[in-house]
């Protein structure tokens, strides 16, 4: 099908697209638009034929961690973009702020909570997630925990990197069992699972090892993934100033915005990528998208 619609000289910040009055300008298939103030039309090129983009619209979204820090700033840009959002944090309540700041995008949202070193708890949210009846195509494992810090490097104990390994790499991989299947069934989603550019510091080995761990796991399911529309590949945000990375990080949270979304937003069937989210900041989500397709394995 094909549309046309008349419109004013300006840029919508978001996506990065340029109109203008009195030009008619021409779009093949579907595309979403909105009216602003002073006859001003905002348009969005989300799942138009040829983009890079894919449209989320309605889609549920799950994002681990997703009350706070590098989670939260994901279930914000998704809203904007129109997916559902289920959020998972260490107890449902600690949702309820985000609940109220997404209130504003007009999705629907659900909250669950688990201690993610517990795997009874994880089957427990995940069997709560299918009693919502809900298709989760789209999955941010962002959830993570930092090690202790051995200043003395040889002394890191086994319980330190029990604890790294369960929350950093054997609950992510769980979740992504639990949702790939029914990806590949139906032939369409998008799974990111958050990894760290932590590199010589033995002092934090338990981390460290968890996320390489995490990394390696991605990236040997592409062989299995590249050439269909079920995407999984990494994404490192970078140093940032959230709990996680403390205070003396050099990065914003908000600097993970766009890059954090990319992996995910990206139509190009190509899995077992990394993706620096730092390396995005500043752009549009559409310019970020569009970079992305050039992110090799």
Known sequence: MVHAIVCKMMKNTFTGVYMEWGTLWFFFGNFDYFSGSKGKIYFSAH???????????????????????????????????????????????????????????????????????????????????????????????????????????????MDDFRQAMAVNFFAPIKIAYHFLPGMIKRGFGRMQLTTSGIANEPELAGYACAKAALTKFVKDFACKLNGTDVMMN???????????????????????VPGALVSVLLDDKKSGRWFSAQDFTGKTVADAVEAGKNVTA
């Not at 904007?80 to 998972?88: D, E, P, R, T, V």
């Not at 260490?90 to 949202?109: C, F, M, T, W």
């Not at 994404?235 to 914003?252: E, I, K, S, V, Y």
């Open 234 to 256: 990494v994404m490192d945000p970078g140093w940032l100033r959230t709990d996680l990375g403390g205070p003396n990080a050099p990065n914003a949270p908000e600097t993970v």
């Open 47 to 157: 799942g138009a034929k040829g983009s890079r983009m894919i449209e989320v619209k309605g889609k549920w979204c799950l994002v681990t961690g997703g009350c706070r820090g590098v989670g939260r700033l994901i279930a914000i840009e998704m809203a904007k973009l129109g997916a559902n959002l289920i959020l998972q944090g260490r107890d449902k309540s600690h949702a309820e702020k985000v609940i109220a700041e997404l209130a504003p995008y007009g999705v629907q949202v659900k909250a669950v909570g688990c201690n993610l070193e517990n795997e009874a708890e994880i089957d427990a949210a995940l069997a709560e997630i299918d009693s919502f009846g809900v298709q989760v195509d789209l999955v941010f494992n962002n959830a993570g925990l930092m090690s202790h810090y051995f200043s003395d490097y040889t002394t890191n104990t």
